[in-house]
């Protein structure tokens, strides 16, 4: 029978979809992206903050009609979503032949194999049972990879469900960690990106101590990866022995991705982003412009947290306009129940909540103009990535941009130079598209 993946939700998400179309590829099922031809949807949702779980709500009707249709012969429902509302997802959709949390995702083949025996299959392991390794079928671009190094999250942030859902942090051993890049290096994987719920905590709870640049130092040695990305990094945890490593380390790309959410000391107290505040903020962007030539800083803001004032928000703006992140993300707070952040008072009005993360991301949208803008004239290295029929050329990235979240460049080359997915060429920065994105012609070396 034909499964189709349906990965809803973040890069973490995705690693656990891959994992689970390698079982069931060895299982005797047979892979496909096309809906039309699939007997069988596996939908991993997300259920992360309010429009992840509608986003994946919309998706599991979206499945139910196409089997009530006969498209569809049986739906699997798992991620997020169901290990955070079992019962719940369990009865409200009877349309799914499957709910499963993600302790059983290891066990994807048995419960296909159940529920095509017209058995409904609703089953919630122990989140510790979750596969940690084990192979994959990647389902990103062949030259690109994520590597997740850890499960969960002990920081207990007070407006954040994830520890709930997926459980406390739990490191990957190293050796496992490095036998799984070694494998994605042999089949052709060029941009490894190093993720966790947080990467600068990895090792801890193995090992007593951050180990993350040991573990990238090593990466490092792998022959095969050009480009090494690390994202979601704890500024607290950010260490002058890391900074040390990515600045010395020619294959570790110079970006970060340091989701720092406030920058109020209050704020960031109650949020229990412990050891934050505006001033240490400051310092370690100041250290690592300067330590770390060419850096690229992304950063995720999140406003109208519960009793947030004006002033405080005020401070903030101030903040973006003052450290001009090179990326930046901004999220209007979401209540989630069971955390204590959703207990707090004043909860401000969702209208409040939302101006305010439109305001912040004008004004980054206009600091990004100018720094793109100021890209033009010179020379980098890119990826090229695919070819767009909309423009008649090939898309790629820079290294100062992550997939999937960041912009991207347009790539012109005479016609004596072919171009393909994966290829690393150098390319001179000739105009911007928009406030995001380059265009650019290959320098011939």
């Known amino acids: 029978m034909n499964v189709c993946m349906i990965s809803l939700g ?49 998706t599991i009707l979206q499945m139910a009609e196409l089997k009530e249709e ?29 709910v499963i949390g993600i302790g ?15 058995q409904r299959v609703t089953a919630f392991a122990p989140k510790c049972q979750m596969p940690l390794t084990g192979k994959r079928v990647i389902a990103t671009p062949p030259h690109i990879a994520y590597l997740k190094i850890a499960e969960g999250c002990s920081n207990g942030c007070s407006y954040c469900a994830i520890p709930a859902i997926r459980g406390k942090y739990v490191s990957v051993p190293m050796e496992d960690v490095l036998a799984e890049a070694e494998e994605l290096a042999a ?37 095969e990866f050009r480009w090494i990305r690390v994202l979601y990094c704890y500024p607290e945890r950010i260490t002058d022995e890391l900074i040390t490593v990515i600045a010395n380390e020619p294959k570790i790309v ?62 903030l703006s101030e903040f ?38 439109d305001v912040l991301m004008e004004q980054q949208m206009q600091i990004s103009a100018a720094l793109t803008a100021a890209r033009v004239g010179t020379v980098t290295e890119a990826v090229v990535e695919h070819f767009s029929e909309e423009h008649n050329t090939w898309m790629g990235r820079t290294a100062a941009d992550a997939p999937e979240v960041d912009g991207c460049i347009l790539i012109s080359a005479d016609k004596n130079t072919e171009l393909h997915a994966g290829q690393f060429v150098t390319v001179r920065i000739t105009d911007t598209l928009n406030d995001y994105d380059l265009i650019g012609e290959v320098v011939q070396e």
């Open 10 to 58: 973040c890069s973490k998400n995705l690693v656990d979809s891959e994992r689970m179309m390698a079982r069931l590829s060895s299982g005797g099922y047979q892979l496909t992206t096309d809906l039309l031809d699939a007997d069988i949807a596996v939908i991993n949702t997300c259920g992360f903050i309010q429009s992840a779980k509608e986003e994946a709500i919309d």
């Open 70 to 98: 006969g498209s569809l012969k049986y739906i699997i429902v798992t991620g997020c979503l169901a290990e955070r509302y079992q019962e719940e997802v369990a009865e409200q959709f009877p349309e799914a032949d499957a």
């Open 104 to 118: 059983n995702q290891g066990d994807i083949v048995d419960v296909l194999n159940k529920m095509t025996q017209n």
């Open 187 to 223: 089949q052709g994987v060029k941009e490894i990106i190093v993720i966790a719920q947080d990467t600068t905590r990895y090792g801890e709870d193995l090992y007593g101590k951050s180990r993350l640049p040991e573990l990238l130092t090593a990466l490092s040695r792998i022959e």
């Open 254 to 315: 110079k970006y970060l991705d340091i989701p720092i959410q406030h920058c109020n000391a209050e704020i960031l107290s109650r949020m229990r982003r412990k050891g934050c505040n505006r001033e240490m903020l400051r310092d370690l962007f100041s250290t690592l412009r300067s330590r770390i030539p060419g850096m690229t800083i992304r950063t995720t803001l999140l406003v109208g947290f519960p009793g947030e004032t004006q002033a405080q928000f005020d401070e």
């Open 320 to 357: 973006v306009n003052e450290m001009k992140f090179d990326r930046m993300g901004c999220f209007a707070y979401s209540e989630e129940e069971n955390t204590p952040a959703a207990k707090m008072e004043p909860q401000l009005d969702l209208e409040v909540r939302q101006h305010r993360a």
